[in-house]
């Protein structure tokens, strides 16, 4: 099956900083997403990212499908970007495999 | 417009009872998934719906859980004679079609509970 990796396990960053999210994964994943699971639980699409860049707000995000990479970019900070981020890879148009997921802590 | 919506929000229930669990998924949106995912996880996938037919049910964990959805729109999420094992977030997540350029969209999700 397809591998999907993501660093840091989590962070912890003072309102106002930047940070980057990586993903790591395997030959086999063509679509990758980038989704925000807030504290309560619900899953937001950030992202749907297979190759290039991608910018929202203060939120981007690049994949380098050749390198087998994505980036996720938080700008400003703030406390409502808490919560957990998962990468998503898709095989060949159907299922979602997601990383551990990196859990991030906005302190103000 | 509206998201995809989950019925209910939180089930409790007794081991070996027989539980249903409902999603709606976003109107016009012919791919329909279901995942779950335990407490500190990433969730798992459990079965793919294009249409009415289950195209990949690979992620069953038994033949305990059984989805349907006969009219190509709400799916059931069935699991019988429940196991304290079976507690966990269950994921229904529409797409426009398999493999849309437009990723999968997530609904708030049913909290299952065994007791």
């Known amino acids: 099956g397809i591998q999907v990796e993501q660093s840091p396990p989590d962070l912890i960053l003072q309102e106002g900083a930047n940070s980057t999210l990586r993903c790591n994964f395997s030959d086999s994943v063509n679509n990758l997403q980038w989704f925000h699971q807030n504290p309560w639980g619900q899953l937001i699409n950030l992202f749907y990212?297979?190759?290039g860049t991608k910018q929202n707000g203060r939120l981007s995000a690049t994949t380098v499908a050749t390198e087998r990479y994505s980036l996720l970019y938080i700008s400003s900070s703030q406390t409502t970007d808490s919560g957990v981020y998962f990468c998503?890879?898709?095989?060949?148009?159907?299922?979602?495999?997601f990383g551990a997921g990196t859990i991030l802590r906005v302190k103000s | 417009g509206a998201g995809v919506s989950q019925t209910p929000s939180n089930k409790v229930t007794e081991k070996g009872k027989y539980v249903e669990l409902r999603c709606d998924p976003i109107s016009g949106h012919t791919a329909l998934y279901w995942y779950r995912q335990s407490l500190g996880q990433g969730p798992e996938f459990l079965i793919y719906?294009?249409?009415?037919?289950?195209?990949?049910d690979s992620g069953l964990p038994n033949d305990r859980f059984f989805a349907v959805r006969p009219e190509g729109s709400v799916s059931t999420l069935k699991i019988q004679r429940t196991e304290r094992g079976d507690s966990a977030v269950y994921l229904c997540?529409?797409?426009?079609?398999?493999?849309?350029?437009?990723?999968?969209?997530f609904g708030p999700g049913t909290r299952l509970t065994v007791l």
């Open positions: 997540a529409s797409s426009p079609r398999q493999g849309a350029p437009f990723g999968q969209f």
């Open positions: 719906f294009q249409g009415t037919g289950a195209a990949d």
């Open positions: 990212i297979p190759s």
């Open positions: 998503a890879g898709m095989e060949y148009g159907n299922k979602l495999v």
